[in-house]
T-cell receptor, first 112, second 114 residues
Framework: GDSVTQMEGPVTLSEEAFLTINCTYTATGYPSLFWYVQYPGEGLQLLLK?????DKGSNKGFEATYRKETTSFHLEKGSVQVSDSAVYFC???????????FGKGNQVVVIP | DAGVIQSPRHEVTEMGQEVTLRCKPI?????LFWYRQTMMRGLELLIY????????DSGMPEDRFSAKMPNASFSTLKIQPSEPRDSAVYFC????????????FGSGTRLTVV
């Protein structure tokens, strides 16, 4: 079925470093793709989205480009801050069911 | 809009007691989802409703779990009897069109069963 795969394991990096979190997807149709962020003690919040191939979603300095040829939607930020420490989830829309399928999430820890 | 509202934020109960979690979706949204999040199992979809009708409850772990949506502005998730392994954060989310806008999540209810 339709699904997303995120890279394994937490990500630890220093402040002002470049962040990449990989996300690849499997889908039978043409899904929309999303990144959600979950700060400690909070619910998931929509960070950015892209609804068709080659679209770039961006928000708060984060970017991700919908790549149909590589079935990917990698999240990037050029210079992370301590406040970006959170769990990041990739997700895609599933068929016509008004549902999303989520990846397992990546814990990002930014050290001052 | 106030967003998706969940109550209570925290719940501590004794094993064997009944627990009811509540959710008010965003007005106008026609789909509602209940998730459970734990360190071990991550984010799990328990059940979802479309236009107040349960569509898929295959994620509900046992008969001890039940969910209702009596109208478009209210849903409950009930656990009876509760067990320590039910301890988790339970999230409610709502959506009008997931393809275009994704979901909006509530802040969650942290349930501890002792």
């Amino acid at each position: 079925g339709d699904s997303v795969t995120q890279m394994e394991g937490p990500v630890t990096l220093s402040e002002e470093a470049f962040l990449t979190i990989n996300c690849t997807y499997t889908a039978t149709g043409y899904p929309s793709l999303f990144w959600y962020v979950q700060y400690p003690g909070e619910g998931l919040q929509l960070l950015l989205k892209a609804t068709k191939a080659d679209d770039k979603g961006s928000n708060k300095g984060f970017e991700a480009t919908y790549r149909k040829e590589t079935t990917s939607f990698h999240l990037e930020k050029g210079s992370v801050q301590v406040s970006d420490s959170a769990v990041y989830f990739c997700a895609l829309s599933v068929g016509g069911n008004n549902r999303l399928a989520f990846g397992k999430g990546n814990q990002v820890v930014v050290i001052p | 809009d106030a967003g998706v509202i969940q109550s209570p934020r925290h719940e501590v109960t004794e094993m064997g007691q009944e627990v009811t979690l509540r959710c008010k979706p965003i007005s106008g949204h026609n789909s509602l989802f209940w998730y459970r999040q734990t360190m071990m199992r991550g984010l799990e979809l328990l059940i979802y409703f479309n236009n107040n009708v349960p569509i898929d409850d295959s994620g509900m772990p046992e008969d001890r779990f039940s969910a209702k949506m009596p109208n478009a502005s209210f849903s409950t998730l009930k656990i009876q009897p509760s067990e320590p392994r039910d301890s988790a954060v339970y999230f409610c989310a709502s959506s009008l069109g997931a393809f275009k806008d994704g979901y909006t999540f509530g802040s969650g209810t942290r349930l501890t069963v002792v």
